[in-house]
């Protein structure tokens, strides 16, 4: 049903691309999530690492002299592109944050300090409000990009976001319990900046981009987006899990003493986080003045 695209470009897919950025992609995140046990300084972190760097640099070899490449790396580099899809990967890093953070706040036994002992499904509900704040904020993202430009929409949300790590952030160094009615501020506020950020993006690729790349120039923007949520998964996940605090269960359980994220650990996890939201906002305001009254670069022709 969908009508075909008044732009259309013959070309073949590029598999050597394809297969070289994934290479290089898992090369870089597996010893990210696997480095805390490995040992950051073990032969196959580092070589991994290694590896990695060497396959990207084959890789952009590659593509730069490819007549249709998987990613236009020309396009992708220009200013407004990269500093989108730096903004991007930032986003994605606290967005998925918010994912893992509040679920071990909520869930961790009380006799933690800082958990509030809650079932799957008291935490779930909690966090069900984000979701709809989440998809409400969308939209104003959408009547800010339209108002002021995406530029001012992606700041606007990243340091809404910001404000929402703040919070979580004073209060754990006021050594104050978070309960789950503050997670819930705490996450719609989170939510919202998201909305209006992620609203944003598209906007930004759509108008800086030649109109017959724009296919590609977003789904790179996905891709920005996806790899700072699998950052923050390792990342925040290792932080978690170093800084942890041990439960001893009662005797006769037949069960091991469970050790759960310390308040170091959630400090820690939240700074990281913050400073994700201050780079998606430097990010944002280094951009130059865009409007979306232009959809692709080839309009301005």
């Known amino acids: 049903m969908v009508p075909p695209s008044p732009v259309h470009r013959t070309a073949g897919f590029d598999y050597p691309g394809a297969i070289g950025l994934a290479a290089a992609l898992a090369m870089l995140l ?3 999530s696997k480095g805390a046990a490995w040992g950051w300084t073990s032969s196959t972190t580092l070589g991994l690492f290694g590896a990695s760097v060497a396959v990207f640099a084959l890789w952009l070899a590659y593509e730069l002299h490819r007549e249709h490449p998987l990613v236009d790396l020309r396009t992708t580099a220009t200013r407004t592109v990269a500093l989108t899809n730096g903004a991007s990967l930032a986003a994605g890093f606290a967005l998925f944050a918010m994912s893992l953070i509040p679920v071990q706040l909520l869930m961790a036994p009380t006799a933690t300090g800082n ?3 809650l079932s799957m499904v008291h935490t779930g509900l909690f966090l069900a409000p984000g979701g709809l704040v989440m998809f409400v904020a969308s939209n104003l993202g959408a009547r800010v990009s339209r108002q002021f430009g995406p530029r001012t929409s992606l700041a606007a949300g990243a340091t809404v976001m910001g404000i929402g790590y703040l919070v979580q952030l004073v209060l754990l160094l006021a050594d104050r319990h978070i309960g789950p009615w503050h997670l819930v501020l705490i ?6 900046g998201i909305g209006i950020a992620y609203a944003a993006m598209p906007a930004l690729i759509m108008a800086s981009v030649p109109l017959r790349q724009t296919g590609e120039a977003n789904g790179v923007n996905a891709l920005m987006r996806s790899l700072g949520m699998s950052v923050a998964s390792a990342i925040v996940g290792m932080v978690l899990a170093h800084f ?4 001893s269960l009662p005797a006769g359980t037949g069960l091991r003493d469970l050790a759960f994220p310390s308040n170091t650990g959630y400090l ?5 986080s913050l400073l994700a939201c201050a780079v998606s906002v430097g990010c944002a305001l280094a951009l ?3 409007t979306t009254t232009l959809v692709g670069a080839d309009a301005a022709d």
């Open 288 to 290: 130059p003045p865009i």
């Open 187 to 192: 996450t719609c506020c989170i939510s919202a």
């Open 244 to 247: 942890v605090v041990t439960v």
């Open 268 to 272: 820690i996890a939240t700074t990281i």
């Open 30 to 32: 597996l010893p990210i």
């Open 115 to 117: 958990g509030n002992g």
